[in-house]
Protein backbone atom coordinates (compact mmCIF):
# COMPACT_ATOMS: atom_id res chain seq x y z
CA UNK A 1 0.00 0.00 0.00
CA UNK A 2 1.53 3.30 -1.23
CA UNK A 3 1.96 6.07 1.69
CA UNK A 4 0.96 9.53 -0.15
CA UNK A 5 2.25 11.46 3.04
CA UNK A 6 5.55 11.48 1.56
CA UNK A 7 6.99 12.56 -1.58
CA UNK A 8 10.07 11.60 -3.89
CA UNK A 9 11.48 15.17 -2.01
CA UNK A 10 11.50 13.19 1.11
CA UNK A 11 12.83 10.34 -0.04
CA UNK A 12 15.89 12.27 -1.77
CA UNK A 13 19.83 11.11 -1.04
CA UNK A 14 22.39 13.40 -1.79
CA UNK A 15 23.64 10.31 -4.36
CA UNK A 16 21.60 7.95 -5.81
CA UNK A 17 21.61 4.67 -4.37
CA UNK A 18 22.43 1.55 -6.85
CA UNK A 19 19.39 -0.33 -7.97
CA UNK A 20 18.96 -3.42 -5.82
CA UNK A 21 16.36 -5.23 -7.73
CA UNK A 22 16.00 -7.53 -4.66
CA UNK A 23 15.68 -4.53 -1.89
CA UNK A 24 12.34 -4.63 -0.38
CA UNK A 25 13.06 -1.93 2.39
CA UNK A 26 11.90 1.41 2.05
CA UNK A 27 14.25 4.19 2.12
CA UNK A 28 13.40 5.02 5.51
CA UNK A 29 13.82 1.27 6.61
CA UNK A 30 17.40 1.62 5.12
CA UNK A 31 18.52 4.80 7.04
CA UNK A 32 17.57 2.72 10.10
CA UNK A 33 18.97 -0.23 9.75
CA UNK A 34 22.00 1.24 8.84
CA UNK A 35 21.75 3.31 12.03
CA UNK A 36 21.30 0.26 14.26
CA UNK A 37 24.12 -1.60 12.63
CA UNK A 38 26.48 1.45 12.81
CA UNK A 39 29.66 1.90 15.28
CA UNK A 40 28.24 4.73 15.95
CA UNK A 41 25.55 3.28 17.45
CA UNK A 42 26.95 1.00 19.63
CA UNK A 43 29.58 3.87 20.64
CA UNK A 44 26.21 4.64 22.96
CA UNK A 45 26.42 1.91 24.56
CA UNK A 46 29.56 3.28 27.02
CA UNK A 47 28.29 7.19 26.89
CA UNK A 48 26.94 9.05 30.41
CA UNK A 49 23.05 9.35 30.21
CA UNK A 50 22.95 10.89 33.99
CA UNK A 51 25.18 8.19 35.94
CA UNK A 52 28.58 7.03 34.78
CA UNK A 53 28.27 4.26 32.38
CA UNK A 54 29.11 0.91 33.83
CA UNK A 55 29.34 1.95 37.16
CA UNK A 56 25.65 -0.11 38.12
CA UNK A 57 23.83 -2.77 35.52
CA UNK A 58 20.02 -0.78 35.90
CA UNK A 59 21.35 2.53 35.17
CA UNK A 60 20.42 3.51 31.38
CA UNK A 61 23.24 4.75 29.16
CA UNK A 62 22.95 6.67 25.69
CA UNK A 63 22.24 3.53 23.89
CA UNK A 64 19.68 2.68 25.93
CA UNK A 65 17.87 5.52 26.12
CA UNK A 66 18.45 6.45 22.54
CA UNK A 67 16.29 2.78 22.42
CA UNK A 68 13.48 4.23 24.12
CA UNK A 69 13.22 7.37 22.62
CA UNK A 70 12.37 5.23 19.19
CA UNK A 71 10.39 3.52 20.79
CA UNK A 72 7.99 5.97 22.75
CA UNK A 73 8.80 8.22 19.20
CA UNK A 74 7.12 5.27 17.54
CA UNK A 75 4.53 5.02 19.61
CA UNK A 76 3.44 8.17 19.17
CA UNK A 77 3.30 8.04 15.19
CA UNK A 78 1.59 4.46 15.94
CA UNK A 79 -0.99 6.58 18.08
CA UNK A 80 -2.18 9.21 15.80
CA UNK A 81 -1.85 7.04 12.48
CA UNK A 82 -5.07 5.29 14.33
CA UNK A 83 -6.30 8.39 15.85
CA UNK A 84 -6.18 11.44 13.85
CA UNK A 85 -8.87 12.56 11.64
CA UNK A 86 -6.24 13.82 9.05
CA UNK A 87 -4.51 10.35 8.78
CA UNK A 88 -5.28 7.17 6.94
CA UNK A 89 -3.42 4.13 6.20
CA UNK A 90 -2.81 5.41 2.84
CA UNK A 91 -1.61 8.94 4.76
CA UNK A 92 0.25 8.34 7.56
CA UNK A 93 3.26 9.58 9.33
CA UNK A 94 6.08 6.39 8.55
CA UNK A 95 7.01 4.77 11.96
CA UNK A 96 10.38 3.26 10.65
CA UNK A 97 11.27 7.15 9.83
CA UNK A 98 10.33 7.91 13.51
CA UNK A 99 12.41 5.48 14.83
CA UNK A 100 15.20 5.85 12.67
CA UNK A 101 15.34 9.16 14.34
CA UNK A 102 14.94 8.78 17.43
CA UNK A 103 17.68 6.04 17.27
CA UNK A 104 20.60 8.73 15.93
CA UNK A 105 19.33 11.75 17.87
CA UNK A 106 22.02 11.56 20.41
CA UNK A 107 24.52 9.91 17.63
CA UNK A 108 26.85 13.02 18.62
CA UNK A 109 27.02 13.36 22.11
CA UNK A 110 30.74 12.52 23.48
CA UNK A 111 32.26 11.12 26.69
CA UNK A 112 31.10 12.72 30.35
CA UNK A 113 27.12 13.55 29.10
CA UNK A 114 26.67 17.27 28.99
CA UNK A 115 29.98 18.33 30.96
CA UNK A 116 31.76 16.86 27.79
CA UNK A 117 29.50 19.21 25.22
CA UNK A 118 30.11 22.29 27.33
CA UNK A 119 34.13 21.62 27.25
CA UNK A 120 34.65 20.87 23.71
CA UNK A 121 32.07 23.50 22.44
CA UNK A 122 34.51 25.74 24.96
CA UNK A 123 37.38 24.58 23.29
CA UNK A 124 36.45 25.11 19.69
CA UNK A 125 34.75 27.91 20.19
CA UNK A 126 36.68 30.17 17.53
CA UNK A 127 36.87 27.30 15.43
CA UNK A 128 33.45 26.49 15.09
CA UNK A 129 32.02 25.54 18.65
CA UNK A 130 30.95 22.40 19.40
CA UNK A 131 27.20 20.94 19.89
CA UNK A 132 25.88 17.37 20.52
CA UNK A 133 22.93 17.59 17.69
CA UNK A 134 25.36 19.31 15.33
CA UNK A 135 27.60 16.76 15.55
CA UNK A 136 24.92 13.81 15.04
CA UNK A 137 25.08 15.86 11.72
CA UNK A 138 28.33 15.86 11.58
CA UNK A 139 28.14 11.94 12.20
CA UNK A 140 25.07 10.81 9.50
CA UNK A 141 26.33 13.23 6.84
CA UNK A 142 29.96 12.62 6.82
CA UNK A 143 31.77 10.55 9.69
CA UNK A 144 29.34 7.37 9.39
CA UNK A 145 31.34 5.24 7.52
CA UNK A 146 35.62 4.48 8.47
CA UNK A 147 37.12 4.71 5.42
CA UNK A 148 41.31 4.42 4.67
CA UNK A 149 40.62 7.41 2.58
CA UNK A 150 38.90 9.29 5.31
CA UNK A 151 35.29 9.25 6.85
CA UNK A 152 32.05 8.73 4.95
CA UNK A 153 28.58 9.84 5.50
CA UNK A 154 25.50 7.43 5.37
CA UNK A 155 23.68 9.34 2.82
CA UNK A 156 20.85 9.42 4.70
CA UNK A 157 17.53 10.62 3.41
CA UNK A 158 16.53 14.51 3.07
CA UNK A 159 13.64 13.27 5.91
CA UNK A 160 16.10 11.65 8.21
CA UNK A 161 18.53 14.44 7.96
CA UNK A 162 15.84 17.07 8.48
CA UNK A 163 14.63 14.47 11.70
CA UNK A 164 17.47 15.06 13.43
CA UNK A 165 17.93 18.76 13.04
CA UNK A 166 16.51 20.53 15.75
CA UNK A 167 18.25 23.43 15.44
CA UNK A 168 18.63 25.37 12.61
CA UNK A 169 20.68 28.06 12.99
CA UNK A 170 24.59 28.08 12.19
CA UNK A 171 26.93 28.96 14.43
CA UNK A 172 27.91 32.21 12.38
CA UNK A 173 24.45 33.75 12.98
CA UNK A 174 24.42 33.25 16.77
CA UNK A 175 27.76 34.69 17.36
CA UNK A 176 27.86 38.41 19.36
CA UNK A 177 30.52 40.91 18.86
CA UNK A 178 29.77 43.75 21.57
CA UNK A 179 31.01 47.45 21.12
CA UNK A 180 34.49 46.80 22.75
CA UNK A 181 35.06 44.04 20.27
CA UNK A 182 34.56 41.17 22.71
CA UNK A 183 33.00 38.04 20.73
CA UNK A 184 30.38 36.00 22.27
CA UNK A 185 29.90 32.46 21.01
CA UNK A 186 26.66 30.63 21.57
CA UNK A 187 26.68 27.70 24.37
CA UNK A 188 24.17 25.39 22.26
CA UNK A 189 21.63 25.11 19.83
CA UNK A 190 23.36 25.68 16.19
CA UNK A 191 24.82 23.74 13.71
CA UNK A 192 28.34 23.95 12.45
CA UNK A 193 29.32 26.69 10.36
CA UNK A 194 30.94 23.83 7.49
CA UNK A 195 27.32 22.17 7.24
CA UNK A 196 25.31 25.36 5.45
CA UNK A 197 25.34 22.59 2.39
CA UNK A 198 23.32 20.01 4.46
CA UNK A 199 20.74 23.08 5.81
CA UNK A 200 20.64 24.46 1.84
CA UNK A 201 19.82 20.42 0.95
CA UNK A 202 17.23 20.00 3.66
CA UNK A 203 15.66 23.41 2.77
CA UNK A 204 15.83 22.98 -1.03
CA UNK A 205 17.30 26.16 -1.93
CA UNK A 206 16.56 25.29 -5.30
CA UNK A 207 13.18 25.38 -5.05
CA UNK A 208 13.58 29.11 -3.86
CA UNK A 209 12.28 28.14 -0.09
CA UNK A 210 12.91 31.20 2.39
CA UNK A 211 15.48 30.89 5.40
CA UNK A 212 13.06 33.49 7.31
CA UNK A 213 10.51 30.80 7.74
CA UNK A 214 12.69 28.24 8.44
CA UNK A 215 12.70 28.07 12.46
CA UNK A 216 10.68 25.29 11.74
CA UNK A 217 10.33 21.95 12.86
CA UNK A 218 9.26 19.07 11.00
CA UNK A 219 6.72 16.92 12.40
CA UNK A 220 8.86 13.90 13.02
CA UNK A 221 11.37 16.18 14.71
CA UNK A 222 8.64 17.37 16.83
CA UNK A 223 7.70 13.54 18.39
CA UNK A 224 11.09 12.74 18.47
CA UNK A 225 11.65 15.85 20.88
CA UNK A 226 8.75 14.89 22.84
CA UNK A 227 9.64 11.14 22.98
CA UNK A 228 13.14 12.56 24.07
CA UNK A 229 11.43 14.75 26.63
CA UNK A 230 9.49 11.74 27.66
CA UNK A 231 11.86 9.51 27.82
CA UNK A 232 14.71 11.43 30.22
CA UNK A 233 12.09 13.13 32.43
CA UNK A 234 10.27 10.25 33.72
CA UNK A 235 13.42 7.65 33.40
CA UNK A 236 15.93 10.03 35.24
CA UNK A 237 13.94 9.52 38.11
CA UNK A 238 13.29 5.76 38.04
CA UNK A 239 16.79 5.50 37.99
CA UNK A 240 17.52 8.40 40.62
CA UNK A 241 15.33 6.89 43.13
CA UNK A 242 17.13 3.47 42.29
CA UNK A 243 20.44 4.87 43.07
CA UNK A 244 19.22 6.74 46.36
CA UNK A 245 19.37 10.41 44.88
CA UNK A 246 15.99 10.85 45.05
CA UNK A 247 13.98 10.15 48.46
CA UNK A 248 10.88 10.89 49.71
CA UNK A 249 12.55 13.08 52.11
CA UNK A 250 14.71 14.77 49.79
CA UNK A 251 11.64 15.43 47.49
CA UNK A 252 9.77 16.90 50.48
CA UNK A 253 12.08 18.88 51.37
CA UNK A 254 12.67 20.37 47.85
CA UNK A 255 9.14 21.00 47.08
CA UNK A 256 8.60 23.05 50.48
CA UNK A 257 11.30 25.49 48.92
CA UNK A 258 10.32 25.52 45.23
CA UNK A 259 6.99 27.24 44.84
CA UNK A 260 4.58 24.70 43.76
CA UNK A 261 1.01 25.41 42.45
CA UNK A 262 -1.60 23.26 42.90
CA UNK A 263 -0.68 20.94 40.02
CA UNK A 264 2.95 20.32 40.69
CA UNK A 265 2.82 19.93 44.78
CA UNK A 266 -0.18 17.76 43.70
CA UNK A 267 2.00 15.60 41.26
CA UNK A 268 5.00 15.93 44.23
CA UNK A 269 2.76 14.01 46.54
CA UNK A 270 1.26 11.33 44.32
CA UNK A 271 5.11 10.38 43.32
CA UNK A 272 6.15 10.69 47.35
CA UNK A 273 3.09 8.37 47.92
CA UNK A 274 4.57 6.04 45.06
CA UNK A 275 8.01 5.88 46.26
CA UNK A 276 7.09 4.70 49.80
CA UNK A 277 4.78 1.64 48.45
CA UNK A 278 7.65 0.55 46.21
CA UNK A 279 5.54 1.61 43.55
CA UNK A 280 7.51 4.19 41.47
CA UNK A 281 8.64 2.08 38.30
CA UNK A 282 5.12 0.60 37.69
CA UNK A 283 3.55 4.17 38.33
CA UNK A 284 6.53 6.09 36.39
CA UNK A 285 6.15 3.69 33.58
CA UNK A 286 2.56 4.05 33.17
CA UNK A 287 3.41 7.72 33.18
CA UNK A 288 5.13 7.08 29.70
CA UNK A 289 1.82 6.25 28.10
CA UNK A 290 0.23 9.14 29.47
CA UNK A 291 2.59 11.60 27.85
CA UNK A 292 2.00 9.33 24.62
CA UNK A 293 -1.63 9.80 24.84
CA UNK A 294 -1.40 13.89 25.85
CA UNK A 295 -0.38 14.54 22.01
CA UNK A 296 -3.10 15.22 19.07
CA UNK A 297 -2.02 16.26 15.59
CA UNK A 298 -3.10 19.36 14.19
CA UNK A 299 -2.77 21.78 10.75
CA UNK A 300 0.12 23.84 10.93
CA UNK A 301 -0.09 27.15 9.97
CA UNK A 302 0.79 28.02 6.42
CA UNK A 303 4.58 28.13 5.85
CA UNK A 304 7.06 28.00 3.04
CA UNK A 305 7.22 24.25 3.02
CA UNK A 306 3.67 23.08 4.06
CA UNK A 307 3.80 22.84 -0.19
CA UNK A 308 6.38 21.49 -0.51
CA UNK A 309 6.22 18.50 2.16
CA UNK A 310 3.04 16.90 4.45
CA UNK A 311 6.56 17.04 7.31
CA UNK A 312 5.87 20.65 7.42
CA UNK A 313 1.82 20.62 7.26
CA UNK A 314 1.44 19.08 10.65
CA UNK A 315 2.28 19.88 14.01
CA UNK A 316 2.24 17.87 17.07
CA UNK A 317 0.35 19.68 20.23
CA UNK A 318 1.12 18.75 23.62
CA UNK A 319 -1.48 18.89 26.61
CA UNK A 320 -0.15 21.39 28.84
CA UNK A 321 -0.87 19.82 31.98
CA UNK A 322 1.09 17.06 31.14
CA UNK A 323 3.97 19.28 29.46
CA UNK A 324 3.97 20.98 33.19
CA UNK A 325 4.36 17.73 34.57
CA UNK A 326 7.74 17.03 32.25
CA UNK A 327 9.07 20.38 33.38
CA UNK A 328 8.60 19.32 36.54
CA UNK A 329 10.13 15.99 36.79
CA UNK A 330 12.99 18.06 34.78
CA UNK A 331 13.17 20.78 37.22
CA UNK A 332 13.34 17.62 40.19
CA UNK A 333 16.12 16.19 38.31
CA UNK A 334 18.25 19.08 37.69
CA UNK A 335 17.98 20.61 41.63
CA UNK A 336 18.49 17.15 42.78
CA UNK A 337 20.43 15.19 40.70
CA UNK A 338 22.63 16.94 38.35
CA UNK A 339 23.48 20.01 41.14
CA UNK A 340 24.69 16.66 43.32
CA UNK A 341 28.02 16.99 44.81
CA UNK A 342 28.51 13.20 43.51
CA UNK A 343 27.28 14.47 40.39
CA UNK A 344 29.37 16.96 40.01
CA UNK A 345 32.50 16.20 41.13
CA UNK A 346 32.19 13.53 38.26
CA UNK A 347 31.46 16.14 35.50
CA UNK A 348 33.75 18.58 36.24
CA UNK A 349 36.47 15.44 36.60
CA UNK A 350 35.56 14.18 33.09
CA UNK A 351 35.61 17.82 32.17
CA UNK A 352 39.29 17.98 33.21
CA UNK A 353 40.02 14.55 31.01
CA UNK A 354 38.57 15.86 28.08
CA UNK A 355 40.58 19.15 28.50
CA UNK A 356 43.68 17.31 29.25
CA UNK A 357 43.28 15.03 26.52
CA UNK A 358 42.81 18.01 23.68
CA UNK A 359 45.10 20.22 25.08
CA UNK A 360 47.78 17.33 24.29
CA UNK A 361 46.47 16.36 20.49
CA UNK A 362 46.31 20.05 19.82
CA UNK A 363 50.41 20.50 21.29
CA UNK A 364 51.13 17.60 19.19
CA UNK A 365 49.45 18.10 15.47
CA UNK A 366 49.13 21.72 15.72
CA UNK A 367 52.08 23.30 17.37
CA UNK A 368 54.85 20.42 16.86
CA UNK A 369 56.81 20.33 13.26
CA UNK A 370 55.36 17.35 11.52
CA UNK A 371 58.77 15.32 11.86
CA UNK A 372 58.47 15.43 15.26
CA UNK A 373 54.56 14.47 15.59
CA UNK A 374 53.72 11.19 17.72
CA UNK A 375 51.38 8.93 16.15
CA UNK A 376 48.25 9.17 19.15
CA UNK A 377 45.32 9.02 17.71
CA UNK A 378 44.11 6.46 15.08
CA UNK A 379 45.82 5.86 11.66
CA UNK A 380 42.20 7.43 10.21
CA UNK A 381 42.25 10.23 12.01
CA UNK A 382 45.95 10.96 11.02
CA UNK A 383 44.93 10.36 7.30
CA UNK A 384 42.06 13.03 7.79
CA UNK A 385 44.64 15.82 9.32
CA UNK A 386 47.14 15.28 6.67
CA UNK A 387 44.44 16.24 4.07
CA UNK A 388 43.72 19.40 5.96
CA UNK A 389 44.91 22.95 5.29
CA UNK A 390 43.70 25.27 7.89
CA UNK A 391 43.99 25.48 11.85
CA UNK A 392 40.26 25.51 11.94
CA UNK A 393 39.85 22.18 10.16
CA UNK A 394 42.19 20.06 11.81
CA UNK A 395 40.93 21.45 15.09
CA UNK A 396 37.74 19.81 14.06
CA UNK A 397 39.00 16.71 13.11
CA UNK A 398 40.80 16.61 16.90
CA UNK A 399 37.72 17.38 18.01
CA UNK A 400 35.95 14.24 16.04
CA UNK A 401 38.51 12.06 17.54
CA UNK A 402 38.01 13.36 21.12
CA UNK A 403 33.95 13.47 21.07
CA UNK A 404 33.48 9.81 19.64
CA UNK A 405 35.52 8.22 22.46
CA UNK A 406 33.41 6.51 24.78
CA UNK A 407 34.04 6.98 28.35
CA UNK A 408 36.11 4.22 29.58
CA UNK A 409 38.02 5.08 26.66
CA UNK A 410 38.36 8.55 27.63
CA UNK A 411 39.89 7.70 30.62
CA UNK A 412 42.37 4.66 29.50
CA UNK A 413 43.71 7.00 26.71
CA UNK A 414 43.95 10.14 29.57
CA UNK A 415 46.02 7.27 31.93
CA UNK A 416 48.24 5.75 28.41
CA UNK A 417 49.11 9.40 28.35
CA UNK A 418 49.91 10.94 31.83
CA UNK A 419 49.68 8.24 34.44
CA UNK A 420 53.33 6.90 34.49
CA UNK A 421 52.26 3.50 35.56
CA UNK A 422 49.71 2.75 33.13
CA UNK A 423 49.85 1.36 29.91
CA UNK A 424 52.20 -1.29 28.39
CA UNK A 425 53.29 -1.60 24.61
CA UNK A 426 50.83 -5.07 24.66
CA UNK A 427 47.45 -2.79 24.65
CA UNK A 428 45.00 -2.76 21.67
CA UNK A 429 45.10 0.52 21.03
Known amino acids: MKNHFYSPFDFQRKEDLKKNEEEVRSPFQIDRDRIIFSYAFRRLQSKTQVFQSGEYDFYRNRLTHSIEVAKIGRSIAEFHNEVSDYLSPEFSISTDLVEAIGLSHDLGHPPFGHIGERKLNKIMAEFGGFEGNAQTLRIVTQLFYNRPEGSQGMNPTRALVDGVMKYKSLQCDLVETNSQSETSYPKNHFLYDEDRCWLEFVEDVASGSQRAQFGLKSLECQIMDWADDTA ?71 NSFSNISNRYGFVLEIDPLIQQKAELYKKLAVDLIFRSTQIQRIEYKGGLILEKLYEALQKNYLESPKKSQLSLIPKRFQVELANKESEREKMRILCDCVAEMTDALAVKTYKQLFDPDFGSILDII
Open 232 to 302: YSINDIIDSIQAGYLTPEKIESWAENANLDKEDSESVHELIQTILGARHESFLNRQIGQFIRATHIAKAKE
